[in-house]
Nanobody, 126 residues
Framework: QWQLVESGGGLVQPGGSLRLSCAVSGSATPYYSISWFRQAPGKEREGVSCFSVGDGNIYYADSVKGRFIMSRDNAKNTVSLQMNSLQPEDTAIYYC???????????????????WGQGTQVTVSS
């Protein structure tokens, strides 16, 4: 089955930037969504962004629109999340996840995803 490995997390000051990567490997089963989620301590896991494989559209949570940019590199089998203007409320463990379907109005629901990476910690603090 698919394996997802995130990297690029770390400590950054407010207003700074980080770029996360998710390496995808291990299977030939088609998937239709690949997304970034995050989970802060004591909070539920929330969707950050989603790449729809079928049409290439990218969806963002309102909280990150205009600051985060998701991209996909087919040749390298990776997806990335460029995070700019980071704020303390962006502190969380960031996960990438794959779903074998795509739901335009429900892409941010963690329960719809089939495969998860182990996560990478992002801490925004001065």
């Amino acid at each position: 089955q698919w394996q997802l490995v995130e990297s690029g997390g770390g400590l950054v000051q407010p207003g700074g930037s980080l770029r996360l990567s998710c390496a995808v490997s291990g299977s030939a089963t088609p998937y239709y969504s690949i997304s970034w989620f995050r989970q802060a301590p004591g909070k539920e896991r929330e969707g950050v962004s989603c790449f729809s494989v079928g049409d290439g559209n990218i969806y963002y949570a309102d909280s990150v629109k205009g600051r985060f940019i998701m991209s996909r590199d087919n040749a390298k089998n990776t997806v990335s999340l460029q995070m700019n203007s980071l704020q303390p409320e962006d502190t969380a463990i960031y996960y990438c996840a794959i779903a074998y379907g795509f739901w335009a109005t429900a892409w941010s629901s963690p329960g719809l995803y089939d495969i998860w990476g182990q996560g990478t910690q992002v801490t925004v603090s001065s």
